[in-house]
Nanobody
């Protein structure tokens, strides 16, 4: 089992920045991929990006590429989502997720953290 706890959400003005954290525990993560997703009211959950714990390779959705950056801190077992140049349409509940690198199903999810971007 992997437990994920997000933090760092809040209210920010358009053009501002916010950093989300996802603290992971439960088992070694070296063979895992950590992902960020978001879900806006009335919309389906959307993939934001992911990072391979081993090697740190990242991948981003086109909607956030160039504005969001995912990183990890091995010592703290924490993944970060740095969000810059935020837009009103980035408003959503943001979720951290984890899956084994040999699987395509995201098996573990955090509780989510609200990000609200005001105009």
């Amino acid at each position: 089992q992997v437990q994920l706890v997000e933090s760092g959400g809040g209210l920010v003005q358009a053009g501002g920045s916010l950093r989300l954290s996802c603290a992971a525990s439960g088992r070694p993560l070296s063979s895992y991929v950590m992902g960020w997703f978001r879900q806006a009211p009335g919309k389906e959950r959307e993939f934001v990006g992911n990072i391979r714990w081993s090697g740190g390779t990242t991948y981003y959705a086109n909607s956030v590429k160039g504005r969001f950056t995912i990183s990890r801190d091995n010592a703290k077992n924490t993944v970060y989502l740095q969000m810059n140049s935020l837009k009103v349409e980035d408003t959503a509940v943001y979720y951290c997720a984890a899956r084994s690198s040999v699987r395509i199903t995201w098996d573990y999810w955090g509780q989510g953290t609200q990000v609200t971007v005001s105009s």
